[in-house]
C-alpha cells in the first residue's frame, strides 16, 4: 500500500486510510468550488449605459480571476481522477473475519473506476442550472446584438452612436423578440446590471427550466431559441426518467430485503414464543440477529459446497493462504501442507463475553485466534487456574490427542479441560473435529505435522 505522502502513484491506495479519506474530502471541496465558477466565465460580458450609449464591456479582472482559479481547480480535479485510478476496491461478497477484500491489481482497480464512477466524476461537476443560465443571459447578448444591428439599420446610425432608449424601444416593439425567450431579459436589462444580480437571474432562469421540463418556456420562431428550448427540455426528461429509474430499483431492493427481514424476525419471534423462552434470551436472541443483518455477506461455505471439488480448494487457498500463514502454527510449514489444512479451516467469529466451550463439555474444534482474546479458566480441587490467549495462539489442543489415536470416533470427542470465554470480540479460523481427524490420518507420519501441533499450548 502507498502512504499518504507518496504523491507518485507508482503503488495502490488503501481506500480507508487517513491521507485518502482527506484527499477525498479535499476535491469534494474544490469540485464544489468549480460548480459555481464555471459558468461564470458567460458573464464577463456586459453592456453597459455609457452617457446613455449602448456599449459591450469585457470585465477583464473577473475573467482573470475565474481563469487562475478554475485551472487551479482543473489540476486538483485531474489529481484526484489519477488518485482514483491508484486507490484499491473492496471484493464484493465474500468476506473474511466481516472483512472485505481488497483488490490491489492495477488493472483491475482502473477497469472497476471506468466501468462505474469515471463517467460521473467527469460529468457531476458539470454545473448544469447554472450552465443553462448561463447560456441563456449569453444568447441574450447574442440576440441583443442581433437588435443593435437592425436598430441601428433601421435608425441609420453606427452602433456606437445607438443609445439605450431608442436600442430598448425598437426591441421591445418587434414582436419576435417581444413574445421570444430572452423578452424578460431584455425588460429588465439584465446585460447591463452587476455581476451579481446577471448570476442570480439567469441561475433561478436555469433552475426553473430543468425542473419544469422547459414548461416555462415561450419561444419565437428562431431557430437558436428553439434549439436551445429543445436542449433543455429533452435533458430535463432524460435526468428524470433515470432519477425515478433508479428510485424505484432502490425502493424495490430496500422492500425486498425489508420483507426477508420481517418474514425470519416472524418465524424467529414465533419459536421463541412457542418454547416460552424468557425475556432476557430473547433480548440476546433478537440483538444476536440484528448483528448478523448488519455484518451479513455471502455465506462462504454454502457457496463453496455447491462448487467442484477442484475449484473450491483453488477457492480456499486464495481466500485462507495469506492469513493462515500469518499465524505462528503454519508460518513455518511448507506449503503443500498449510494448503492442505486450508481446506478443512473454517472461519469463526464471536462476540464479547461469550462462552465458546463450558470445563467438562466435549470439544467440538480447535480455535487459532487471528485477532482478540479468549479467556481460559479452570477450577482443581477449588483452586481457580486462568490463562489469557490472544492472536497467534490457539485453544482445543485436546483434539490433537483424540485425533492422533486410531481407534477414537466422533462418538467419544474428549471433555475440556478448560471453560473459554470471549474477552473481546474474537476472529478466529477453527478445525472441526472431523476435519482435525482427516488431517491427523492423513499426516500422520508426517514429523513437520505432528511438531507443530504437538507444540503445547492449553
Known amino acids: ?91 464484493p461478497g465474500s468476506k473474511l473475519f466481516n472483512r472485505r477484500k481488497l483488490i490491489l491489481e492495477p488493472r483491475l482497480i482502473a477497469l472497476k ?142 422492500e425486498e430485503r425489508e420483507e426477508q427481514q420481517r418474514a425470519r424476525q416472524r418465524e424467529v419471534n414465533e419459536w421463541m414464543d412457542y418454547h416460552q423462552l424468557p425475556l432476557h434470551l430473547k433480548a440476546r436472541i433478537d440483538h444476536a440477529i440484528q448483528s448478523e443483518w448488519t455484518e451479513n455477506g455471502i455465506d462462504d461455505e454454502v457457496l463453496l459446497a455447491s462448487l467442484p471439488m477442484d475449484l473450491r480448494s483453488e477457492i480456499r487457498k486464495y481466500l485462507y493462504m495469506d492469513s493462515v500463514c500469518k499465524l505462528p502454527k503454519f508460518a513455518d510449514m511448507e506449503s503443500p501442507l498449510v494448503e492442505a489444512v486450508c481446506q478443512h479451516l473454517k472461519t469463526f467469529s464471536c462476540k464479547e463475553s461469550t462462552y465458546i466451550v463450558y470445563e467438562g463439555d466435549i470439544v467440538k474444534q480447535m480455535v487459532f485466534i487471528f485477532s482478540g482474546q479468549l479467556e481460559l479458566s479452570f477450577t482443581d480441587k477449588g483452586n481457580s487456574s486462568l490463562t489469557i490467549l490472544g492472536p497467534g495462539e490457539c485453544c482445543g489442543q485436546e483434539l490433537v490427542t483424540w485425533a492422533s489415536q486410531p481407534t477414537t470416533s466422533m462418538d467419544n470427542l474428549p471433555p475440556s479441560t478448560w471453560t473459554i470465554k470471549c474477552l473481546t470480540d474474537v476472529e478466529a479460523f477453527v478445525l472441526h473435529a472431523y476435519d482435525m481427524k482427516i488431517l491427523a490420518t492423513q499426516f500422520a507420519h508426517n514429523q513437520e505435522f505432528q511438531r507443530a501441533f504437538k507444540q503445547h499450548y492449553p
Not at 459591450?56 to 486538483?76: C, E, K, Q, S, V
Not at 417581444?178 to 436555469?206: H, P
Request: hydrophobic content about 50%; overall charge positive; proline content about 3%.
Open 113 to 254: 473506476y471506468c466501468k462505474s464512477t469515471f463517467m460521473v466524476d467527469l460529468l457531476a461537476v458539470l454545473p448544469l442550472p447554472q450552465i443553462v443560465g448561463a447560456m441563456y443571459y449569453y444568447f441574450h447578448i447574442y440576440r441583443l446584438l442581433a437588435c443593435v444591428e437592425i436598430v441601428s439599420s433601421k435608425c441609420k446610425l453606427k452602433p456606437r452612436n445607438l443609445r439605450w432608449d431608442q436600442l430598448l424601444f425598437n426591441c421591445t416593439q418587434n414582436s419576435e423578440i417581444e413574445e421570444g425567450l430572452f423578452s424578460s431579459a431584455l425588460k429588465n436589462k439584465i446585460s447591463s446590471r452587476n455581476f451579481i444580480q446577471r448570476y442570480m437571474f439567469c441561475f433561478s432562469f436555469g433552475l426553473k427550466s430543468l425542473s419544469s421540463l422547459g414548461q416555462n418556456f415561450n419561444t419565437s420562431f428562431s431557430t437558436l431559441e428553439t434549439t436551445f428550448s429543445i436542449f433543455v427540455t429533452l435533458y430535463g426528461l432524460i435526468f428524470f426518467a433515470d432519477l425515478i429509474t433508479r428510485m424505484q430499483a432502490g425502493i424495490q431492493s430496500m
Open 1 to 91: 500500500m502507498a502512504s499518504g505522502k507518496n504523491l507518485i502513484f507508482k503503488e495502490v491506495f488503501d481506500p480507508n486510510s487517513e491521507f485518502i479519506v482527506k484527499w477525498y474530502k479535499l476535491t469534494f471541496v474544490v469540485g464544489l468550488i468549480n460548480f459555481v465558477m464555471d459558468p461564470m466565465f458567460l458573464y464577463v460580458l456586459t453592456f453597459s449605459n455609457s452617457s446613455g450609449l449602448v456599449v459591450l464591456n469585457y470585465d477583464l479582472p473577473l475573467g482573470a480571476t475565474l481563469a487562475i482559479l478554475r485551472t487551479l481547480g482543473d489540476f486538483f480535479l485531474i489529481l484526484g481522477i489519477m488518485v482514483k485510478f491508484r486507490t484499491a476496491f473492496e471484493a
